[in-house]
């Protein structure tokens, strides 16, 4: 059994910065993954905002490149996702992903709120 513990969210003004995190347990969890968050605002649909892959490369999406940093830990079982100068449209519930052997994995969600 795979799960993920989030952890982080919470509401900050305009400007503020949150970190999120996020670790995997399960003795089935592998190293050799990808770990990420996605995000879903009300009435959208799921979006990805960073990925991770454990020793490769990372990605962001365009709305969040510069202002958002994916960091992992060096079991690669923890991902971190720190969101600095946050804007209003940030606002959503993120949701760590884990990957690895074709299965996905979801946490339970961590609301984040950006008031203007």
């Known amino acids: 059994q795979v799960h993920l513990v989030e952890s982080g969210g919470g509401l900050v003004q305009a400007g503020g910065s949150l970190r999120l995190s996020c670790a995997a347990s399960g003795n089935s969890v592998v190293s050799i993954n990808v770990m990420g968050w996605y995000r879903q605002a009300t009435g959208k649909e799921r979006e990805l905002v960073a990925e991770?892959?454990?020793?490769?490369?990372?990605s962001y999406a365009d709305s969040v490149k510069g202002r958002f940093t994916i960091s992992r830990d060096k079991t690669y079982k923890r991902v971190y996702l720190q969101m600095d100068n946050l804007k209003p449209e940030d606002t959503a519930v993120y949701y760590c992903?884990?990957?690895?052997?074709?299965?996905?994995?979801w946490g339970q969600g961590t609301q984040v709120t950006v008031s203007s």
């Open positions: 991770s892959i454990s020793r490769g490369a990372t």
């Open positions: 992903h884990l990957r690895f052997r074709s299965l996905d994995y």
